[in-house]
């Protein structure tokens, strides 16, 4: 088993009440260590996750660091990601078990893009937990590792028919700034339809528009 290593800084807290996530902060030690719902994620996909999505978020009309940006990992074999606003997103651990860097990359752009367009939709955690936890992107490489997953299905609602397309839109002007094609973005899409994966649930899983209609309207495009 890994020894715990400190995180420096502040890690941020957000606690479901009735299933809504609400914010909080705590500094210092990082007790949700000792939490036996917590454990810590491969340090390999800390790694992939600082490197997929640092470039990208480069590439934002208004650029972000990975000093600024939150990111948590919710423990269901559900694919699944979403943007809570501020800097803040949250991935699933199916979602970084399943998915290629490509398309993990396309997904990450789509919701790095809802944050660059001011979109923030209403989070919900379905599940038996209660504190989820979110830590800065740069500490995950090459720091501790440490994140706090816990069980529970992320559900994100609030994103309007033109939000879904402009931040499918966005996303690929994101991509392209960085060095890759529209192509990464439709095919994560073809994949989460291959895989069952869009069926509902909000984030990048919303099915208004539907995903072929998504896949059409990025086809369209220059």
Not at 44 to 67: F, N, V
Not at 97 to 119: F, N, T, W, Y
Request: hydrophobic content about 40%; some cysteine; proline content about 4%.
């Amino acid at each position: 088993m890994k020894s715990h290593l400190p995180l420096a800084g502040l890690i941020f807290y957000m606690t479901v009440v009735g299933c809504v996530v609400s914010g909080g902060t705590a500094t210092g030690r990082d007790d949700s260590l000792d939490d036996p719902n917590v454990r810590r994620i491969d340090r390999r996909e800390a790694q992939r996750l600082y490197s997929i999505m640092t470039p990208l978020l480069g590439a934002m009309d208004r650029p972000k660091s990975p000093k600024e940006v939150k990111i948590g990992v919710i423990d269901t074999p559900d694919i699944n990601a979403a943007n809570a606003g501020g800097g803040v997103f949250y991935v699933t651990s199916g979602l970084l078990q399943k998915a290629s860097d490509d398309q993990l990359r396309g997904v990450l752009a789509h919701e790095i893009a809802h944050e660059d367009l001011g979109h923030v939709a209403k989070l919900e955690l379905l599940g038996t937990g209660v504190n989820l936890g979110v830590v800065l992107l740069e500490q995950l490489f090459p720091g501790s590792s440490a994140l706090t997953p816990i069980a529970g299905n992320l559900i994100t609602r609030g994103y309007s028919r033109s939000e879904e397309f402009a931040a499918d839109r966005h996303g690929v002007e994101i991509l392209r700034r960085a060095g890759y094609s529209k192509q990464v973005m439709i095919d994560a899409l073809d994949w989460i339809s291959r895989t069952g994966g869009g069926t509902g649930g909000g984030g990048f899983l919303s099915t208004h528009p539907a995903t072929a209609e998504r896949i059409q309207e990025l086809r369209r495009m220059a």
